[in-house]
């Protein structure tokens, strides 16, 4: 079956910058969105088609796609964006990256 | 406001069956395919069912294929999924979810509803 591999944890400073990756084969024709998820919450989509941020994201929020490795970049990383955040491709999910702002 | 609330969670033993349903509004519900997504507690996300705006197509994976089934009530705006022959590896919280115009992106979801499956 397709597997979708995150890393388990990215930890970053306030004000620097975070990069989760997702690593597929191939992803091929297929979009890559992600999803941020807090604690006790339901996912919500930060950003769909690789790069377009959903309604609300703040524009510190941008994705990338180059094939074969998608990558979500949260700028200027405050508290609050401190959650676990997924990557999916068709009906995937990756395996998870929680976030950790020290 | 677009909203999704689950429902129908609850204890069951294994080898038993539970229907959870999804009430939608603020949005054509016909128009949208609609999902099922379940997160065993302190684990990941996992697609369970897709079913497309007309009820006409279902899919599923694989771990729950001939088990679960997946509908839809258009004129009540109503997300249903049939869980049976449940096992203990089904406790999840399962969540309702909107597929996101011209994408497969999960645009909305619901708060989500636990199944607990135990003797």
């Known amino acids: 079956s397709y597997v979708l591999t995150q890393p388990p944890s990215v930890s970053v400073a306030p004000g620097q910058t975070a990069r989760i990756t997702c690593g597929g084969d191939?992803?091929?024709?297929?979009?890559v969105h992600w999803y941020q998820q807090k604690p006790g919450q339901a996912p919500v989509l930060v950003v769909f088609?690789?790069?377009d941020r959903a309604a609300g994201i703040p524009e510190r929020f941008s994705g990338s796609n180059s094939g074969n490795t998608a990558t979500l970049t949260i700028s200027r990383v405050d508290a609050g964006d401190e959650a676990d955040y997924y990557c999916?491709?068709?009906?995937?999910f990756g395996t998870g990256t929680r976030v950790t702002v020290l | 406001e677009v909203q999704l609330l689950e429902s129908g969670g609850g204890l069951v033993q294994p080898g038993g069956s539970l229907r959870l349903s999804c009430a939608a509004s603020?949005?054509?519900?016909?128009?949208?395919?609609m999902s099922w997504v379940r997160q065993a507690p302190g684990k990941g996300l996992e697609w369970v069912s897709n079913?497309?705006?007309?009820?006409?197509?279902?899919f599923y994976a694989a771990s729950v294929k001939g088990r679960f089934t997946i509908s839809r009530d258009n004129s009540k705006n109503t997300l249903s999924l049939q869980l049976n022959s449940l096992r203990a590896e089904d406790t999840a919280l399962y969540f309702c979810?909107?597929?996101?115009?011209?994408?497969?992106?999960?645009?909305?979801w619901g708060q989500g509803t636990m199944v607990i499956v135990s003797s």
């Open positions: 999916q491709v068709w009906d995937v």
């Open positions: 191939n992803f091929g024709s297929n979009s």
């Open positions: 079913v497309s705006g007309s009820g006409g197509s279902t």
């Open positions: 603020g949005f054509t519900f016909t128009n949208y395919a």
């Open positions: 979810a909107k597929k996101a115009d011209l994408s497969d992106a999960f645009d909305i």
């Open positions: 088609d690789d790069s």
